[in-house]
């Protein structure tokens, strides 16, 4: 077996101790993230409504209006916006752009 040159393993050494301390604020930014969660629920706020409303702001108006347009036409392709159910579609509709 080949052994890394005494530099090649000092790289080494600290990449390994640089993702083990990015891990670490990754868990510990999670953590922060879940009480901010718990907070919201405390406050009578829908968690996981929230958590679309988080996961939304980060796509652009496009995004959002092209993943509006396939999901009415699979809602509308498994008969779940019907033509002749005005208040259904209304409804349907109101649930798209909630999302």
Do not use: C, N, P, W
Not at 53 to 66: D, G, I, W, Y
Request: proline share 0%; charged share 35%.
């Amino acid at each position: 077996m080949t052994t890394l040159q005494a530099s090649a393993q000092k790289q080494l050494r600290q990449l390994v101790e640089q993702i083990e301390r990015l891990e670490e604020e990754r868990k510990a930014l999670a953590g922060d993230i879940r009480d901010k969660f718990l907070e919201a629920k405390g406050l009578g706020f829908d968690v996981k409504v929230l958590r679309q409303v988080v996961r939304l702001r980060k796509k652009s108006a496009t995004e959002r209006q092209e993943e509006d347009a396939v999901l009415e036409v699979y809602l509308h392709a498994l008969g779940m916006l019907g033509q002749d159910d005005g208040a259904h579609d209304a409804a349907v509709a109101a649930m798209i752009a909630a999302e």
